[in-house]
């Protein structure tokens, strides 16, 4: 696996999703419960790996650490617990050219690294990539009630609200019309 710092977008929205199958935030449903689930979260987010079955509660732990490193708001701390979790996977760091021919830092994962630890070096990255980028004000929570997910907003002009914008934003529309329609009828 390899990571360019400066696509730290694709890695940090890896990062929010993958906190977000919590079952924690699914009212403990689990999104990752099995092999089968984790395989299909991975080659959706473009991650090549066939994960095995001892691999899921490592999975699972690095997922717990990440939204651990999202919920935390001071700058110096995000970055010390997100370069813990890179350190985990990596191998080198050097420059490769990016799709335009620019050179470009890379983070590229130990060849014995295993799957758990290289989706902590690619959430870690993301991590860095984003706090670097766009600052600590960028790590937030669900503007959803009834949501406990969090989420990095690497949107451009930085007013995403939602940790899940297709659910969480039309589960709060659907309670702020119930509201409405209740204030009305009282
Ligand atoms: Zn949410």
Do not use: K
């Not at 390899?2 to 999104?31: C, I, K, S």
């Not at 650490?65 to 700058?75: K, T, Y």
């Amino acid at each position: 696996m390899q990571v360019l710092f400066d696509d730290y977008g694709r890695a940090a929205g890896f990062a929010t999703e993958m906190v977000n199958t919590a079952p924690g935030v699914w009212h403990g449903e689990d999104q990752l419960p099995d092999v089968a689930a984790l395989t299909s979260f991975l080659s959706e987010h473009g991650v090549d790996a066939a994960p095995e079955p001892p691999d899921l509660d490592a999975v699972h732990g690095v997922r717990s650490e990440l939204r651990a490193v999202l919920d935390l708001r001071d700058a110096e701390a995000i970055g010390s617990r997100a370069s813990d979790l890179a350190a985990r996977g990596l191998g080198t760091v050097d420059l490769a050219p990016d799709d335009r021919g620019h050179l470009q830092w890379r983070a590229r994962s130990r060849a014995d690294a295993g799957l758990a630890d290289r989706l902590a070096l690619l959430g870690g990255v993301g991590v860095l990539g984003a706090l670097r980028a766009l600052g600590p004000e960028r790590f937030r929570d669900c503007a959803s009630d009834t949501c406990s997910g969090v989420f990095i907003d690497t949107t451009r002009p930085g007013r995403r609200r939602y940790c899940m914008p297709d659910l969480c934003g039309n589960r709060a529309n659907v309670a702020a019309y119930r509201a409405r329609r209740r204030a009305r009828q009282g």
